[in-house]
Nanobody
């Protein structure tokens, strides 16, 4: 099992940047693929992006490509969501999630594909 705790949320101006952190505890974090999601009105959680267990592959939703990245540091049991050029409509709660990797490189883009979740961190983009 793995436990996840997000941090780094807060208030940022439109066009600004924020880096969210996802700290993992538990054994063998390097064998987990990690995804980032955000709460969406009328839906459970929208996929933002994900990274494979070794960091060799990432995928992103179309609207964040070129603005968001997901760095990973397995030595520190940390995954990050670097968000640049933030927009007011991206104000919401952000979650990290993890699943045991199957070493295929496949990264689910649906929240049901992940087994472990953090509690979420609020991001507010406003002037």
């Amino acid at each position: 099992q793995v436990q996840l705790v997000e941090s780094g949320g807060g208030l940022v101006q439109p066009g600004g940047s924020l880096r969210l952190s996802c700290a993992a505890s538990g054994r063998q974090f390097s064998t987990y693929d990690v995804g980032w999601f955000r709460r969406s009105p009328g839906k459970d959680r929208d996929f933002v992006g994900a990274i494979t267990w070794a960091g060799s592959r990432t995928v992103y939703r179309e609207s964040v490509k070129g603005r968001f990245t997901i760095p990973r540091d397995n030595a520190k049991n940390m995954v990050y969501l670097q968000m640049n050029s933030l927009r007011p409509e991206e104000t919401t709660v952000y979650y990290c999630a993890a699943k045991s990797t199957d070493y295929s490189g496949r990264l689910p883009q649906d929240y049901e594909g992940y087994d472990y979740w953090g509690q979420g961190t609020q991001v507010t983009v406003s002037s």
